[in-house]
């Protein structure tokens, strides 16, 4: 489309999840295919490098989906977590407020922000998934659902922390904030691992006849 993207990733997703989740592939395919890509390696933890960043350079919209993703590695490595997801989020929305007040942010947020309130609700089983009992569920959650009075994990309370952060400078600060509360997301350069990244590594443990481990609800899909 002719934009320039600045693609700002330090490959943390090898040091949390090993060889299997290196970045490393992707990016040198995005080097090699697009004329307009650059990539910065920088940390998002690191605030005085991203403030430079966004100092330097005049971008119109920064797509914020840097993060430590999973529930189980956040239990492992809870301050990592934190760090990634909630001050490297502020660090973000903190230079841009400082230094590109006009420009638009979007933020990768998660279904996970719901905590465990989503299985007081109840589910009828089918043949080969769960759906929800109410109909006004029929096409999922949205954000009217309450996100407190439940059980998040350290993962969903960190990436609370960021969404609320993102909502917090569009509110306060009146910057173009948008949040994106997903679930599922994934595509063939996502480098899936067991831990996260389900459907990609689902398909990759098929096209590999390694085994795929299913993990409660009886094997049947309760997520949308
Ligand atoms: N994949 C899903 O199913 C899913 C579901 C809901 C929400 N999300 C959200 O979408 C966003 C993207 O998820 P994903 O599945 O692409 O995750 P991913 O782990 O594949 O991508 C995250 C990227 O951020 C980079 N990164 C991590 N820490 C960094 C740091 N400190 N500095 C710079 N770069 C860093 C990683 O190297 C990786 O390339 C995340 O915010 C995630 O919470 C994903």
Do not use: W
């Not at 307009?36 to 430079?52: E, T």
């Not at 920064?62 to 301050?79: C, E, G, K, N, T």
């Not at 407190?148 to 909502?167: E, I, T, W, Y």
């Amino acid at each position: 489309m002719g934009m320039t993207v600045v693609g700002v990733d330090n490959n943390m997703r090898r040091d949390l999840f090993g060889p299997a989740g290196d970045t490393t592939p992707t990016l040198q395919r995005l080097l090699a295919d697009c004329r307009c890509f650059r990539h910065v390696d920088i940390d998002i933890r690191d605030r005085s490098r991203v403030a430079a960043l966004m100092q330097n350079e005049r971008f119109d919209l920064v797509v914020h989906a840097a993060a430590q993703p999973s529930h189980d590695l956040a239990a492992r490595r809870p301050a990592d977590d934190f760090d990634i997801n909630a001050v490297g989020t502020f660090n973000l929305l903190e230079a841009c407020r400082v230094h590109a007040p006009e420009i638009v942010f979007c933020h990768l947020s998660t279904n996970k922000v719901y905590g465990d309130g989503v299985n007081q609700l109840g589910l009828i089983e089918r043949t080969c998934r769960y759906d929800f009992a109410e109909p006004r569920y029929a096409n999922g959650i949205d954000e009217s659902f309450p996100i407190d009075r439940c059980l998040h994990s350290p993962f969903g309370a960190s990436k609370c922390a960021a969404d609320l952060m993102v909502q917090e400078y569009g509110r306060y600060f009146g910057l173009k904030t948008g949040v994106f509360r997903g679930g599922c997301l994934t595509g063939p350069d996502h480098a899936g691992v067991e831990l996260h990244g389900f459907l990609n590594h689902l398909v990759r443990s098929i096209a590999r006849t390694n085994s795929y481990t299913i993990i409660g609800y009886r094997g049947k899909q309760v997520r949308d």
